[in-house]
Nanobody, 120 residues
Framework: QVQLVESGGDLVQAGGSLTLSCTAS????????MAWYRQIEDKQRELVAS??????TTHYADFVRGRFTISRDKNQGTLQMTSLEGEDTAVYYC???????????????WGQGTPVTVSA
C-alpha cells in the first residue's frame, strides 16, 4: 500500500520559516512528480508548488512570490517556507503522481495533511 506522510506543520509567528516534509513509501516503481497543496478553511484546495522528476522543473502558485522552495530527493519531498504570513495558515497536503510496482499507469496519491498556523 502506497502511503504519503507529511510532517513539519506547526504554529509559527508571522515572518517565520517552516519546512514541511513528505515521505512516500510502499511498492513504488517511479515517482513522476510531487506537489504541495493547501486548503484554507472553507476554501478549495489549491496548488502551492510542484516539481517534475524528469528534469526537476518546478512550478509555484502566484501567491508564493519567491517565499517557498520545493525540492525532492528520491521518495522524499520538501517544502521550505519563509516569510510566512497569516494568509498562509492552512492544512498542507503532499501529493505524488507515481506508478506502483504492479501498476500500468501513474496515479495520484495524497497524504493526510499537516496543519500550518501562522500567528500575527
Amino acid at each position: 500500500q502506497v502511503q504519503l506522510v507529511e510532517s513539519g506543520g506547526d504554529l509559527v509567528q508571522a515572518g517565520g520559516s517552516l519546512t514541511l516534509s513528505c515521505t512516500a513509501s510502499g511498492p513504488i516503481f517511479a515517482i513522476r512528480s510531487m506537489a504541495w497543496y493547501r486548503q484554507i478553511e472553507d476554501k478549495q484546495r489549491e496548488l502551492v508548488a510542484s516539481i517534475n522528476s524528469r528534469d526537476s522543473t518546478t512550478h509555484y502558485a502566484d501567491f508564493v512570490r519567491g517565499r517557498f522552495t520545493i525540492s525532492r530527493d528520491k521518495n522524499q519531498g520538501t517544502l521550505q517556507m519563509t516569510s510566512l504570513e497569516g494568509e498562509d495558515t492552512a492544512v498542507y497536503y503532499c501529493s505524488a503522481n507515481l506508478r506502483t510496482l504492479n501498476g500500468l499507469v501513474s496515479l495520484d496519491f495524497w497524504g493526510q495533511g499537516t496543519p500550518v498556523t501562522v500567528s500575527a
